[in-house]
Nanobody
């Protein structure tokens, strides 16, 4: 099983980044997929989630209207389009796969840094 995030980096406040998470080794199209983020000394928190079909999404209040989660089940990949970024979006971003009664999978994380 692998979840590999990419697309992180340094961006100026107000800018955009698009994260990707490529999955393999588990039934991706049966899993709820999510993005979490974590800063040093804090717990990992949910940013956005998407249902297996992609028909429903939910977002943390802090990112509503700025971030968009999507998935391509043909490519076993989820995305996080981040617009109008703020310094407080600086964190390590992780993707997660979960489904009731099945193992939970995490990626290794990708660093996102927003400068002022």
């Amino acid at each position: 099983v692998q979840l590999v995030e990419s697309g992180g980096g340094l961006v100026q406040a107000g800018g955009s980044l698009n994260l990707s998470c490529a999955a393999s080794g588990f039934p991706f199209d049966n899993y709820i997929m999510s993005w979490y983020r974590q800063t040093p000394g804090t717990l990992r928190t949910l940013v956005a989630a998407i249902t297996p079909s992609g028909g429903r999404t939910n977002y943390a209040d802090a990112v509503k209207g700025r971030f968009t989660i999507s998935r391509d089940n043909a490519k076993n990949t989820i995305y996080l389009q981040m617009n109008d970024m703020k310094r407080e979006d600086t964190a390590v971003y992780y993707c997660k796969g979960a489904q009731n009664g099945r193992p939970v999978y995490w990626g290794q994380g990708t660093q996102v840094t927003v400068s002022s």
